[in-house]
């Protein structure tokens, strides 16, 4: 069963005690949410990635060099 | 009577033990100081090269903010969210053996009456080019004194053993 610790900043003790129905259910919809979100950003990520080899594909079509290419930033 | 500008631990250190621990909570802060400082050395269970933890406010689950930069060793990237303080990274059990992560949770004037911003500082480690660097900027909008902190793995994963948390104080004043 998974636990806490609580700290008790008044007293200095230390607790350990396990998670509530309610918190083991809260942590399995945050590591759903997890997964969801990290496929997101890993999208949005390559997207980006796959939009500036497009620019960088058609600018070189026009004639710019690799080194003009790199002088008008990333 | 705490010195000013000097850090003065809350509480004591959690050293977390054999069996892990979902989350670690600090709660019963007085209002004695101006700011806090939430340090973390972390790895977790979660099977990948780092996992998320998430900071959570006197039990408050709304009207959160935030906005990070990280890096992952191979590209930068920013995003936002509304979902807790989070981005409170955590070597992942797949990362180099007996690595840890470091973070630096910041929070100032902890105890006034305005909103609550939070800033973050967070790395972690792995012998391979996968390693994470986090920084990020937070805001609770709540007006109520920040009387506990629960940092939880977001993962369902477990913070595994010798992870730690400390929380210290700052007397400006």
Redesign the interface.
Known sequence: M???????????T?T?VE?TAE?VAQ??V??K??VI?QAE?DA??KAK?DAKASAQAKLAALGLTADEIAALGN | MATANTFVQ???T?T??S????????????ATYTDLVLIISGRSDYAATIS?A?MQINAITTNYSNTMAYGDGS?V?S?T?T?YITYIYSVGSTATASTFSNSNIYIPNYAGSNYKSVSVDSVTENNATAAYAVIEAGLLSNTAAISSLTI?????G?FVQYSTAS?YGILKY
Not at chain 1, 2 to 12: E, L, P
Not at chain 2, 19 to 30: K, L, V
């Open positions: 998974a636990t806490k610790i609580i700290v008790d900043c008044s007293t200095g230390t350990e998670l918190e942590q399995e945050d590591a949410a997890y979100e950003r949005d990520a990635a | 809350i509480g004591s959690v977390v033990g069996g892990g621990a979902a989350n670690i909570s600090f709660s019963s802060i007085p998320r998430k590209s990237s995003t969210n979902d939880t793995d977001a993962n369902s477990n929380l």
